[in-house]
């Protein structure tokens, strides 16, 4: 399992559309441990762009601050389970908090 998280100053990004850079973590789901870390650079904003794109690196999970319907639903397409309303914490952290199942989200920040 692989999950995405967009990343600002070390901290999940609220404007997930518009981050520069995207956290890619390797997590053995059965062990529910991190095995890896990979920080990219995202693409240029373009609409439509991101689903596909993440979807060839491989992710599966997508750990959010806020997203619109629309994108949440395109990546779905993709096979890409999307978790909206996630703190501005680390990425260790929420992914941590994803595995053990005590990730809070909260409200969806995006209304787009």
């Known amino acids: 399992m692989k999950i995405a998280i967009p990343v600002a100053n070390g901290k999940l990004s609220v404007h997930f559309g518009h981050c520069a850079h995207f956290a890619l973590i390797d997590i053995d789901a ?24 993440l979807a060839e ?3 599966t999970v997508i750990i959010a601050g806020g997203m619109g319907q629309r994108a949440q639903g395109m990546f779905s397409e993709h096979g890409i389970e999307v978790l909206v309303g996630a703190p501005p914490e680390s990425p260790e952290h929420l992914v941590a908090g994803f595995l053990a199942g005590t990730l809070q989200t909260g409200a969806n920040v995006c209304d787009h």
Request: proline share 19%; aromatic share 4%; glycine share 8%.
């Open 30 to 53: 059965a062990d529910k441990k991190i095995l890896q870390r990979q920080d990219i650079e995202a693409p240029p904003h373009a609409p439509g762009l991101l689903p596909p794109w």
């Open 57 to 59: 690196r491989g992710v």
